[in-house]
């Protein structure tokens, strides 16, 4: 064992240098950038309030100007600005997917950590719930919540939060396991490091990055779901603007105004297609147990 | 280092009575006896799977889960530690008694700097602020013997060599100053010049500060390099214990006289095969009755095969203990 280790992901190493893998990857980290930043400003990026209803220009092609006003992407089917509810229905996807991706990391994170650490009964009842959430297909389990709990935005992250940290919890656990009886962390031990310590400084930084990669493509994921919900009218409600509940009316107007359900339709895919390339990036460079 | 300058009296800091340790009905550890004074370096000895390590676990209190004490009394600085809770066990470790191992360069966390890693080792234990942390550290890392401390201080492990990472090691195990080193085969993964080294620097230290040294090895060389006492262990127990330099000249029990015909021969190209002993270490679950070493012993007779003897002094040297039913004739063998 006295062969040197090779620097470990995520270790700064004395001389950086570009990862060639990441030129391709960088167009996909701007559009996601770029969605972050309309959802974050969204209210002074919107050209028009995106609830005032015009019920004489409803249904109008991109472009259209009525009465002075340009609509940039057209109207809906209450004559709102289509471009201003996609701007703010880019705020509801990236509110709800942060929120759901946080508050299910934590939990999931600390619970598989705590059942690999204590192993035994602890472990036993974790890891079984874990195995009973995971083999519920996803959005069978999110509608199953979300039927009990009630539709909206608070509860679509509830739904979200409550049902995705099973799979945190698997790779935390599977991660800290094989740290445990890693030398250092035995040594850890030995000079006295408390087990809140122990996971907080010795572990939890080693298995950043798998967890990383599970995150980012459980965020493309929760963008999804957010949007299946509230295409299927589970989940924000109107008159929120929702890229899902947006489809939704769309998919009435699509012979006769394709816009309404072009453009959201467009950004989901963009979106979801540029933090599942970023995932995909994030794995082959930090998850070692992912050898393609 | 003399064994007997300090009052007999004052207790060992680490002392060990009768420790029995169980691994799925097998006695790995049985009956263990063991005192480690302040100064002293007290080599356990024996082949691989006597129960060496597990025996520095439960003194450390970190045992796998699979091991349980089944009794006898561990005092560390007086205090039983047999008895007592986790907690407490966490604020020993590293600060009155420290264990170091055979990876050393597994053994630092890859994602901290070297110098965090010995700050924090002096921070979980003493209160002080962090720049006299750092000044400590600093120290320490050019005590160990590597060369431009500053520098290291920021430096990962992974930019370090596996001799330098076993010193970082001794660095943080000492940083506390604990009254006691176990280390268990610290050299074993590193090339003989640095072991040496290593080894050189392990006493050095275990001297300035009086630290009682638990050393674990299979090299007889290094034993008697280092040793004050030797604890032979065999199966599980110990068969011999005696002051070095009166093992060496005479042995008590077969298994050590067989032990110290495995000293590697350094005659031409360096290091020689190493010798074994003939005949397997037996399976810690189906033992032997009577001496566990009569299937591989010389001398062995029909008592040996029915009755386990006990561990005692010889007649002439009440220090020099072994369990052997013929102690006397173990100088007939070749
Ligand atoms: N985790 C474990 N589970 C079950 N048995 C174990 C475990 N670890 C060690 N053992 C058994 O306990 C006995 C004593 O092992 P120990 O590690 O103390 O030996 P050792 O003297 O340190 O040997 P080595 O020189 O190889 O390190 C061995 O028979 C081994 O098979
Ligand atoms: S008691 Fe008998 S078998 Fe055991 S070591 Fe002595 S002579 Fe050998
Ligand atoms: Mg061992």
């Known amino acids: ?292 | 280092m003399s064994v007997t300058a300090r009052a007999p009296t004052e207790e060992a800091p680490l002392t060990v009575r009768d420790l029995s340790v169980h691994i799925e009905g097998a006695p790995v550890v049985d009956g263990v006896t063991l005192d480690v004074r302040a100064g002293e370096t007290v080599a356990l000895v024996g082949e691989s799977g006597c129960g060496k390590s597990m025996t520095a676990l439960a003194v450390m209190g970190l045992l796998p889960p699979a091991a349980h004490v089944d009794g006898g009394t561990i005092r560390i600085n007086g205090s039983d530690t047999t008895r007592q809770a986790e907690h407490a066990m966490q604020r020993l470790r590293g600060d009155k008694i420290a264990m170091i191992f055979q990876e050393p360069v597994s053994s630092l966390n890859p994602l901290m700097r070297v110098g965090a890693q010995i700050v924090e080792a002096l921070l979980s234990h003493r209160r002080i602020d962090q720049q006299a942390a750092r000044r400590a550290a600093i120290e320490m890392i050019d005590r160990v013997g590597i060369p431009d401390p500053e520098t290291r201080f920021r430096q990962y492990p992974f930019e370090l060599s596996g001799g330098m990472c076993q010193r970082v090691m001794i660095a943080i195990a000492l940083i506390c100053e604990p009254a006691i080193l176990i280390a268990d085969e610290p050299t074993t993964a590193l090339d003989v010049t640095i072991q040496a080294q290593i080894l050189d620097l392990m006493r050095a230290l275990t001297d300035e500060t009086g630290t009682a040294l638990l050393l674990i090895t299979h090299d007889m060389g290094v034993v008697a390099d280092m040793a004050d006492r030797v604890a032979v262990m065999y199966a599980g127990r110990i068969v011999e214990t005696a002051p070095a330099r009166a093992l060496f000249a005479r042995q008590r029990h077969p298994y050590t006289r067989l032990l110290l015909g495995t000293i590697p021969k350094v005659e031409g190209q360096g290091r020689t095969l190493l010798p074994t002993i003939e005949g397997v270490v037996p399976d810690m679950r189906e033992l032997p009755v009577g001496c566990r070493f009569h299937p591989r012993c010389p001398l062995a007779g029909p008592r040996c095969r029915q009755e386990a003897p006990p561990l005692a002094a010889a007649p002439d040297d009440p220090a020099h203990e072994s369990a052997c039913w013929f102690a006397d004739r173990v100088g007939e063998i070749a």
């Open chain 1, 1 to 292: 064992m006295s062969a040197p280790l090779p620097p470990p992901a995520g270790a700064s190493r004395p001389v950086r240098r570009i990862d060639r893998r990441l030129i391709p990857v960088l167009p996909f980290i701007a559009v996601f950038l770029l969605f972050a930043i309309v959802a974050l400003f969204a209210p002074w990026l919107a050209p028009q309030n995106p609830y005032s209803q015009d019920l004489l220009g409803r249904l109008r092609p991109p472009g259209d100007v009525v009465r002075g006003t340009a609509y940039l992407l057209g109207t809906d089917e209450l004559g709102r600005d289509l471009l201003s509810r996609v701007i703010y229905g880019a705020r509801v996807s990236m509110l709800v997917a942060t929120l759901s991706v946080v508050v299910s990391l934590v939990i999931g994170v600390a619970l598989g950590m705590l059942a690999a650490l204590f192993r035994g009964a602890i472990e036993i009842l974790i890891m079984r719930i874990v195995d009973v959430f995971l083999s519920i297909p996803p959005i069978l389990l999110a509608i199953i919540t979300v039927a009990v709990l009630g539709p909206g935005l608070i509860n679509v992250v509830l739904v979200l939060a409550l049902t995705r940290w099973p799979r945190y919890a698997r790779v935390a656990f599977g991660q800290t396991l094989s740290l445990v009886n890693q030398p250092y962390v035995r040594f850890a031990r030995h000079i006295g490091n408390s087990t809140p310590r122990l996971l907080w400084r010795h572990i939890l930084p080693n298995i950043v990055g798998p967890i990383t990669v599970v995150a980012t493509l459980e965020f493309g994921l929760m963008v999804l779901f957010e949007a299946g919900l509230s295409f299927l009218g589970l989940g924000v409600q109107p008159p929120m603007a929702s890229w899902g509940s947006t489809l939704n009316v769309g998919r009435n107007y699509v012979a006769t105004a394709w816009w309404i359900a072009l453009f959201p339709g467009l950004c989901l895919f963009l979106l979801i297609l540029s933090v599942n390339l970023i995932g995909d990036y994030l794995r082959d460079r930090l998850d070692p147990t992912s050898k393609r």
